[in-house]
Each structure stands twice: as C-alpha cells, then as structure tokens.
C-alpha cells in the first residue's frame, strides 16, 4: 500500500515548472514521444500528426492531459478514507448476500462523500487559479485558447502594469471561491453521509 501511495504522490512533489517542461516536450508535434506512439493511428487514417498545444483546437486538451498528472493528492485523500471504513460493515453485506455492486452503492459510496465532495469543491476552487501550465506551456496562446482568468489577472498587472484592474480581478476571484466554499459549505450536509441520527 505504501508503494501505491508514493506512486500516486510522487508527481505532486515535483516541481510544476519542471513537469510543463517534461510535458511540453512529450507533446511536441514533430519530435514529442506522444506523435511518435500515435504515428501509426495518424498513417491508418490518413491524417496529420495532431499539434497539441499549438493548435487552438487542442491545446485546452493538452491542459487538461498535463493537470491529470497531479492526481495524486486527491488519490492520497479517497485512499485514507477508504482505509477509515470498517471492514465489518463489507462483511455483514456479503453475510446478507450482497455483491460488489450493492456494497458500493450502499457502504463505500456513501461512507466516502466527505472526501468526494471536498475533492470537489477544491477541485472546482483550482480551476479558477490554472496559471503556471498555460504561462510556460502556451503563453496564453494559440488565439487566447488558453488565456484563463488567472493568466489575464497576471497580464494585466505585469505586462499592463494595469493594477487597479488586477487588483479588481483579484477581489472578484477572492469574492467567486468565497462563494464556491460557502455554497459547498451550505450543501454539505445535504450530501455528506453522517450516518443514521440518534
């Protein structure tokens, strides 16, 4: 188990920076190693190699595959919750006769929605703040596609020198993850599982 922990974390540990470099040479369109594994999908179909993050149409796609690879951390916490269910619960479930399908819907899911919706609510909290993958891999480009919210804050304070602007966008993203962590707040113990009420 521990193996699968540190396989898990370990790209968390790295430096961002230093897995948009790896990343971006992995998706170079003429020299990156993911053309050269689809090279023979590109020849059956008759299609160019695909250039990733310098085309507007993929370049979001590219993102998206780059910030997969920190998973880990949301893993690490689903992973240490699972741990905390007891394994008497799965054992009375299957002394009822109920298989893997029922013991997920009925013990793991419900007893795992307290990570699920923290990982969420982070989860929608960071995609507000995407900056370091778009500034080093794309420069905001190709025609703005990855010109995020965090990115224009940050061109407009630095590149402008705009800082009453980036400081108004700086309050107005404070005041939407205010709002995204209270609302969650709020919805919680609609959708956390707290057990039955005594």
Same mark, same amino acid.
């Given at each position: 188990?521990?193996?699968?922990?540190?396989?898990?974390?370990?790209?968390?540990?790295?430096?961002?920076?230093?897995?948009?470099?790896?990343?971006?040479?992995?998706?170079?369109? *003429?020299? !990156?190693?993911?053309?050269?594994? @689809?090279?023979?999908?590109? #020849?059956? @179909? #008759?299609?160019? /190699?695909?250039?990733?993050?310098?085309?507007? &149409?993929?370049?979001?796609?590219?993102?998206?595959?780059?910030?997969?690879?920190?998973? =880990?951390?949301?893993?690490?916490?689903?992973?240490?919750?699972? +741990?905390?269910?007891?394994? *008497?619960?799965?054992?009375?479930? &299957?002394?009822?006769?109920? =298989?893997?399908?029922? %013991?997920?819907?009925?013990?793991?899911? /419900?007893?795992?929605? /307290?990570?699920?919706?923290?990982?969420?609510?982070? !989860?929608?909290?960071? *995609?507000?703040?995407?900056?370091?993958?778009?500034?080093?891999?794309? =420069? =905001?480009? /190709?025609?703005?596609?990855?010109?995020?919210?965090?990115?224009?804050?940050?061109? %407009?304070?630095?590149?402008? +020198? #705009? $800082? !009453? $602007?980036?400081?108004?966008?700086?309050?107005?993203?404070?005041?939407?993850?205010? $709002?995204?962590?209270?609302? !969650?707040? %709020?919805?919680?113990?609609?959708?956390?599982?707290?057990? &039955?009420?005594?």
């Amino acid at each position: 188990m521990s193996i699968y922990r540190t396989m898990f974390f370990l790209p968390n540990v790295v430096s961002i920076v230093a897995l948009s470099l790896l990343w971006l040479w992995l998706f170079q369109p *003429s020299l !990156g190693l993911v053309n050269e594994i @689809l090279d023979p999908i590109y #020849n059956l @179909l #008759n299609m160019e /190699p695909l250039r990733w993050h310098q085309a507007e &149409e993929t370049s979001k796609i590219t993102l998206i595959f780059m910030g997969l690879w920190t998973v =880990g951390g949301s893993m690490i916490i689903y992973l240490a919750q699972m +741990q905390d269910i007891p394994n *008497s619960l799965y054992e009375s479930a &299957e002394i009822d006769g109920a =298989g893997w399908l029922k %013991k997920t819907m009925y013990i793991t899911l /419900p007893l795992m929605t /307290p990570s699920i919706f923290f990982n969420f609510i982070i !989860g929608i909290i960071g *995609s507000f703040q995407v900056f370091t993958l778009a500034y080093i891999v794309t =420069g =905001g480009g /190709p025609s703005r596609s990855t010109y995020y919210y965090a990115y224009y804050l940050f061109d %407009k304070m630095i590149n402008d +020198q #705009n $800082m !009453g $602007m980036a400081s108004a966008m700086a309050w107005v993203l404070l005041f939407i993850v205010l $709002m995204i962590t209270v609302g !969650g707040l %709020k919805l919680n113990k609609y959708v956390i599982y707290l057990g &039955e009420e005594t």
